[in-house]
């Protein structure tokens, strides 16, 4: 007999099993699930082409599960009652363990609702309850995670979950006097908009309350509710429910990592940090003043409902009442640029790092982007031979160009703290004939973006306003009013503010260059509809000069739009020294 040996020929692309296909691999620790995901309907779509994420409870997990329902099988549960409850456990994105944190995972699972990881004890689980005993199992078409629990979905909405804790007996009543319980209720099938759907709520504890000297829910509304309506939107006691609430799912970690939660009382923003272990809110120096922070119950915290997620506050908080002050914002001492070179970093000519690189082209006080590799440096400089002087010493000395493809062509700043209100925004710059022109953008591409509609040339000097560089123009205090006129301002002290009693820190404000070359430069009046910290964006416009180190930047000065004065006080190279309109 004459023959072949037979071929075997590979019909797949991959020998990897696809999710279903471990589970019938695997059948004595997965049989019970597969049979729900039979039942469910889920199972076809987990052996065919895809990208989802399991967590797979074991028969261990799913008897004990079918005993605390009361029930003897999986036979004793409608097909239908499953559905919902195998959609939980699945993904539609391949979540390896990397992406796990202290907070929810952030693609949905098929409900449309989110899982939360977190560690305890060296060891990564789920929803608080599943500890996860085997992590990526890679299959065809996704990841398996084994978990010694199932997961089940939570049956309270945020409203039905404050109410139910007996810590927050007097939080609850307010949120039904103020009508808030029926904006946080939720039933599953229940049509909502899109951002409803998932809600935040910081609430205080009945003890919290009771420490500031609140007895019960008549205490707190005779406290807040100055109308005596508490579902009146513009009551005291609705707003500081309000406050407490906002719109979106955030865990902790979202929460300090936001920076910012916008609230439902309108316009009205809770700031965030983390500070070492601590979420704090409202922690902040706001007009050189320190406010400390609320902090958030980690214990008591991220707790999730089916609409959203519960956080527990050890300290009350409320809308912080502010008025409109002028902001002088020195660029070169932003909080951001602090944090990236620590506290000695008013060193001359230290260049902004990043991993070792030099921060070129452009500076985002916000993220700290490197874009290119380049010489932009941070410079200090006090030498009394020089012949400009900067608001406290120093300024930002960055490369920008319009047509040049090496060179970014706007560069974005997070200012200060703004209360809400209208602002005139003053540029500090030294002059540089080699520098851009630009446009001030605040808050880009946001809803409530404002184009400046004055151009700021950086390469014009203060005589651009009309007054001549002379002790009779710029050097004059009847040269103010013109310079106004024409949206122009000396901000810098020179000899004609210089007290001739003493020399501050050893240097003595001259006149010379530093009269005409540092420019105040109105750029606009914005309208600012949060209190919060905003960006702003410097955008070339124009031209071809593209000088390393063009633009010198010193300050930005956000002065409120009916505050007569624009002009004082004046600033000198020596921080903090400041000469104040003569009486």
């Given amino acids: 007999m004459i023959s072949c040996n037979k071929t075997i020929y590979r019909e797949a692309t991959t020998d990897e099993v696809n999710i279903a296909g471990f589970f019938d691999n695997n059948s004595e620790t997965f049989s019970l699930f597969t049979d729900m995901l039979t039942k469910a309907k889920a199972y076809g779509f987990l052996s065919a082409y895809g990208t989802y994420t399991v967590f797979a409870p074991t028969n261990d997990a799913?008897?004990?599960?079918?005993?605390?329902?009361?029930?003897?099988?999986?036979?004793?549960?409608?097909?239908?009652?499953?559905?919902?409850?195998?959609?939980?456990?699945?993904?539609?994105?391949?979540?390896?363990?990397?992406?796990?944190?202290d907070g929810k995972i952030k693609t949905p699972t098929l409900i449309g609702e989110f899982l939360y990881t977190d560690v305890l004890n060296g060891v990564a689980r789920v929803n608080k309850s599943a500890l996860i005993t085997q992590m990526n199992i890679q299959c065809g078409n996704g990841i398996v995670h084994t978990i010694n629990k199932v997961l089940v979905p939570p049956a309270k909405s945020l409203a039905?979950?404050?109410?139910?804790?007996?810590?927050?007996?007097?939080?609850?009543?307010?949120?039904?006097?103020?009508?808030?319980?029926?904006?946080?209720?939720?039933?599953?099938?229940?049509?909502?908009?899109?951002?409803?759907?998932?809600?935040?709520?910081?609430?205080?504890?009945?003890?919290?309350?009771?420490?500031?000297?609140?007895?019960?829910?008549?205490?707190?509304?005779?406290?807040?509710?100055q109308t005596g309506d508490p579902k009146n939107p513009s009551d005291s006691l609705w707003l500081y429910v309000a406050y407490h609430l906002s719109n979106g799912g955030n865990y902790l970690e979202d929460v300090a990592g936001l920076g910012t939660l916008y609230t439902l009382a309108p316009k009205e923003i809770v700031n965030t940090?983390?500070?070492?272990?601590?979420?704090?809110?409202?922690?902040?120096?706001f007009n050189g003043i320190y406010e400390p922070g609320a902090e958030l119950n980690r214990a008591q915290s991220d707790v999730t409902a089916s609409n959203g997620v519960l956080h527990e506050s050890l300290h009350t908080f409320s809308i912080m009442l502010r008025v409109q002050v002028p902001v002088y914002f020195d660029v070169a001492t932003s909080p951001e640029l602090l944090t990236a070179l620590g506290s000695s970093y008013r060193n001359a000519g230290k260049p902004l790092v990043e991993n070792g690189a030099p921060i070129a082209n452009s500076i985002s006080f916000e993220n700290y982007t490197v874009l290119t590799i380049g010489s932009n440096k941070y410079d200090y400089t006090?030498?009394?031979?020089?012949?400009?002087?900067?608001?406290?010493?120093d300024w930002l000395n960055l490369s920008v160009c319009t047509n040049n493809a090496a060179r970014v062509k706007y560069f974005d700043l997070?200012?200060?703290?703004?209360?809400?209100g209208r602002y005139k925004v003053w540029i500090c710059y030294a002059q540089n004939?080699?520098?851009?022109?630009?446009?001030?953008?605040?808050?880009?591409?946001?809803?409530?973006?404002?184009?400046?509609p004055n151009i700021v040339f950086f390469s014009q000097y203060l005589t651009a306003s009309g007054v001549a560089n002379n002790l009779a123009g710029l050097g004059s205090d009847n040269a103010d009013n013109l310079m106004l006129a024409q949206g122009y301002k000396r901000y810098m002290a020179t000899v004609g503010d210089y007290n001739p009693?003493?020399?501050?820190?050893?240097?003595?404000?001259?006149?010379?260059?530093?009269?005409?070359?540092?420019?105040?430069?109105?750029?606009?009046?914005?309208?600012?509809?949060?209190?919060?910290?905003?960006?702003?964006?410097?955008?070339?416009?124009?031209?071809?000069?593209?000088a390393s180190n063009s633009v010198w930047l010193d300050m930005i000065q956000f002065i409120p739009a009916d505050d007569i004065e624009q002009i004082y006080p004046r600033f000198h190279p020596v921080p903090g020294a400041l000469f104040y309109r003569p009486q």
């Fill in 382 to 393: 006090t030498s009394t031979g020089v012949t400009r002087a900067y608001a406290n010493g």
């Fill in 433 to 452: 004939s080699s520098a851009p022109d630009f446009q001030v953008v605040f808050n880009p591409g946001k809803e409530d973006e404002q184009i400046l």
């Fill in 414 to 420: 997070k200012t200060p703290y703004l209360v809400k």
């Fill in 62 to 101: 799913v008897n004990s599960w079918i005993k605390d329902k009361g029930k003897n099988s999986l036979n004793d549960f409608q097909d239908s009652e499953l559905n919902t409850f195998v959609r939980y456990h699945i993904i539609r994105d391949t979540v390896a363990s990397l992406r796990f944190t």
């Fill in 501 to 546: 009693g003493g020399v501050v820190g050893g240097i003595k404000p001259k006149f010379g260059n530093d009269g005409h070359a540092n420019v105040g430069r109105l750029a606009g009046t914005i309208d600012v509809e949060t209190t919060d910290r905003h960006i702003i964006r410097l955008k070339t416009v124009s031209g071809t000069k593209c």
């Fill in 160 to 225: 039905e979950t404050i109410e139910s804790n007996p810590r927050y007996s007097i939080f609850t009543q307010a949120l039904k006097a103020t009508g808030f319980y029926d904006t946080l209720y939720f039933e599953r099938g229940q049509t909502v908009t899109a951002e409803k759907r998932f809600q935040t709520a910081i609430v205080e504890s009945d003890s919290v309350f009771n420490a500031e000297g609140i007895a019960d829910f008549n205490a707190l509304k005779a406290k807040y509710s």
């Fill in 273 to 285: 940090k983390l500070m070492r272990t601590k979420v704090l809110l409202n922690d902040a120096v």
